[in-house]
């Protein structure tokens, strides 16, 4: 028995494997299609600086790009970006990168800004962006060589070097916010929508 009510499953226009455990988790009836979107281009093109701006956009740009192809589909677009005050972060491009921004981050509180799109039919029908605020540890450096030793290439998979499902929990002192805002799906917005719509049966 689901709690799904849609005549079709949902779309989540991305890879992530942390946001389909969102979706699993909650029970929702889902399949996962990709948006091949450039979005460092689509960001340079938009001249926006604020990072929630910034994730709504991208978070908006992949479900459309997936909803074009399927237009009568409810499409889930998602994104995250990382400040540190003025200066925004994205995925490392290898461990030297990675160490880079840890030290950056360490001793220090950041800001992820998450945010989640609805489309249908090219239309954007929900747009929501939430906050965490993460405080680092203080770190040594032998400390961050253990970390990114520990945790291999999977420092490469997500923004700030750091995944807190994962080993990356070790890295924190304090964090202020969900569970689903950190893991990059605002969850409950999401649900408080489809459940507008009729989609859900709870």
């Known amino acids: 028995m689901t709690i799904w009510r849609g005549k079709d499953p949902l ?33 340079q093109k938009s001249g926006l600086q604020k990072p929630g701006e910034i994730a709504a956009l991208l978070a908006q740009a992949k479900a459309l790009f997936v909803s074009a ?18 200066r925004l972060f994205s995925k490392p491009a290898g461990r030297a990168q990675a160490h880079e921004q840890l030290c950056a981050l360490a001793g220090k509180t950041h800001e992820l800004h ?67 805002t950190i893991l990059g799906l605002p969850l409950l917005p999401l649900l408080a929508f489809l459940r507008g719509q009729g989609l859900l049966g709870v």
């Open 69 to 86: 192809k399927m237009p009568d589909r409810y499409v889930v677009g998602a994104d995250q970006t990382l400040a540190l005050g003025q």
């Open 114 to 180: 998450s945010a989640v799109a609805v489309v249908r039919g090219e239309k954007i029908l929900s747009s929501e962006v939430s906050i965490a605020r993460m405080t680092m540890r203080r770190l040594s450096d032998d400390e961050v060589e253990t970390y990114l030793d520990a945790a291999g290439d999977r420092v490469t998979t997500s923004v700030g070097a750091y995944q807190l499902e994962g080993l990356g929990v070790h890295l924190f002192e304090r964090i202020e916010a969900d569970h689903f």
């Open 11 to 43: 779309v989540l226009a991305s890879q992530s494997r942390a946001r389909q455990m969102l979706l699993e988790n909650a029970g929702l009836t889902f399949e996962a299609v990709p948006a091949d979107i450039d979005e460092r281009a689509i960001q």
